[in-house]
């Protein structure tokens, strides 16, 4: 299950997302926003975030206009590796080397398809098992 946070400013994309997880019969629970009403990141991200560390919910994909401010909140929840990306390279890095669990987006800095692009690659790819890379995992947890 993929856990779904917005503000705002996401929530446009999210509802692209939403879209695409539907299409591809993916499971997803979402823990708002739920209009373009003007609110705040902290408790949406936060949600999405909790429901990941939880284990609840397998990965994360946490949006607002930029995708700063809510991937900083996810990386306060303790196990939560979010990664804010613009391209789709960048989502299958964080994946191979990171095992990133949760994914950032700007939904006022990338298109419809790109983001799409964004999700499909980070939701496919396997964290490598690399020995360096959980190594280095362990420390950000240190």
Do not use: W
């Not at 979010?82 to 095992?99: E, F, G, I, W």
């Not at 298109?111 to 690399?130: D, R």
Request: net charge negative.
């Amino acid at each position: 299950m993929i856990a779904l946070g917005s503000d705002h400013g996401g929530y446009d994309l999210k509802k692209t997302v939403i879209e695409y997880l539907e299409e591809k019969n993916i499971p997803y629970e979402d823990f708002g926003c739920y209009d373009k009403t003007s609110c705040d990141y902290p408790e949406f991200g936060r949600a999405a975030a909790r429901a990941v560390a939880s284990g609840e919910c397998e990965k994360g994909i946490v949006i607002c206009t930029t995708g700063i401010g809510i991937s900083m909140v996810a990386n306060k929840i303790k196990g939560i590796r979010a990664a804010l990306c613009t391209d789709p390279y960048s989502a299958k890095m964080t994946r191979l080397h990171n095992d990133a669990n949760v994914l950032a987006l700007g939904g006022g800095i990338i298109g419809k398809n790109m983001a799409l692009e964004i999700v499909e690659v980070f939701l496919n790819t396997e964290f490598s098992q690399g020995e360096n890379h959980i190594r280095r995992i362990g420390q950000l947890e240190d």
